[in-house]
């Protein structure tokens, strides 16, 4: 059975930093593409960032420069280190794992970017 849990939400002030990872269990994360995405009430999922099965990243302009994604292969995790933190950047954030048609994603972690 494939779970994906995400942990390292919580609330963070304007300009802070918070680091999410997602543990991936009964899937090889290094094997599909591992995707962060999130979405903010009334609003719609969307992508944030990504890294392919070959390291490659992509992350969304709006989080480029102030976001990172990392995957460790011994771990298997894939991290989201965010950096400059914005109000707009509160939303519930979620690991998702993509390859052909395998579609998996975890349950999310809320962020909430407040003073």
């Known amino acids: 059975q494939v779970q994906l849990v995400e942990s390292g939400g919580g609330l963070v002030q304007p300009g802070g930093s918070l680091r999410l990872s997602c543990a991936g269990s009964?899937?090889?994360?290094?094997?599909?593409?591992n995707n962060w995405y999130r979405q903010a009430p009334g609003k719609q999922r969307e992508f944030v960032a990504g890294?392919?099965?070959?390291?490659?990243?992509a992350a969304a302009a709006s989080v480029k420069g102030r976001f990172t994604i990392s995957r460790d292969n011994i771990k298997n995790t894939v991290d989201l280190q965010m950096n400059g933190l914005k109000r707009e950047d509160t939303a519930a954030y979620y690991c998702?794992?993509?390859?052909?048609?395998?579609?998996?994603w975890g349950q999310g972690t809320q962020v909430t970017v407040s003073s």
């Open positions: 998702n794992a993509r390859r052909l048609r395998d579609d998996y």
């Open positions: 009964g899937i090889r994360l290094s094997m599909y593409a």
């Open positions: 890294i392919g099965s070959s390291g490659d990243t």
